[in-house]
């Protein structure tokens, strides 16, 4: 099966920091790739690269066609969904409204308002309640509807396990994975260790701005050397 997203020797800059030296990487239909390594390691820019956010150079290819000299909302309309880390939801505005912030303007996508309530029930019950008073968890699955709304093919999401209880981590892992059945490919990055290998089909790890590993999540388990000296703590 041909790739979604290929990265060939992608280096990235913030300023004079170069932060990505040369990542190659694929993420295929169907798929989720997990993106592993320590903070600083250059996970988050590398999804802030392919959105065009932050100086790049390299092959970027979305379906063969070169995407680098593109800008983040022409990259958007071409089916590449993000979830930074910061969530970015609106605070003072009602999760329906933040919802309807995310669907495409021209035309109808695949996801309406309804499947995000039934993919989220949550979000649901909180429908007329403003972003700012959910909780951790409910905000990272409005992040998550709100982008479904845009119709991606491809969603890079950022550490959406952060801050959030075991429980809420799990449920989320559900919900990763019932996109992957619909066939949603998604790029996870992550820290939290266990929830990525669980959710993963295939596993990468940065450290210092490279791939140090690429993998399944089976081999990374029994790579204890490299979890020692690029993931763990």
């Not at 790739?33 to 250059?42: E, F, I, P």
């Not at 071409?78 to 309807?100: A, K």
Request: proline share 4%.
């Amino acid at each position: 099966m041909s790739a979604l997203l290929e990265l060939h020797g992608v280096h990235a800059w913030y300023g004079r920091a170069h932060v990505l030296q040369g990542v190659d990487m694929h993420v295929a239909p169907g798929e989720i790739v997990a993106l592993l390594g320590r903070n600083g390691a250059g996970r988050s820019t590398l999804a802030r690269a392919v959105m065009g956010l932050v100086e790049r150079r390299g092959r970027m290819l979305w379906r063969g066609r070169d995407i680098g000299g593109l800008r983040t909302f022409e990259i958007a309309r071409m089916g590449v969904g993000y979830v930074p880390e910061s969530r970015d939801i609106f605070p003072g505005m009602t999760v329906e409204q933040n919802l309807m912030l995310g669907q495409k303007a021209a035309t109808a996508g695949r996801w309406t308002i309804a499947d995000i309530y039934r993919l989220f029930p949550p979000l649901a019950r909180r429908a007329g309640v403003q972003a700012q008073h959910l909780s951790g968890g409910e905000q990272q699955m409005l992040a998550l509807g709100r982008t479904l709304m845009g119709d991606p093919v491809l969603m890079l999401v950022d550490e959406p396990a952060e801050g959030l209880a075991p429980q809420v981590v799990a449920q989320l892992a559900a919900c990763l994975d019932e996109l992957r059945r619909q066939g949603m490919a998604i790029l996870l990055i992550e820290q939290k260790l266990d929830f990525a290998l669980d959710v993963a089909d295939r596993v990468y790890v940065l450290g210092h701005g490279a791939v140090v590993f690429a993998g399944t999540p089976a081999a990374l388990r029994a790579a204890e050397p490299v979890r020692r000296e690029w993931i763990e703590l």
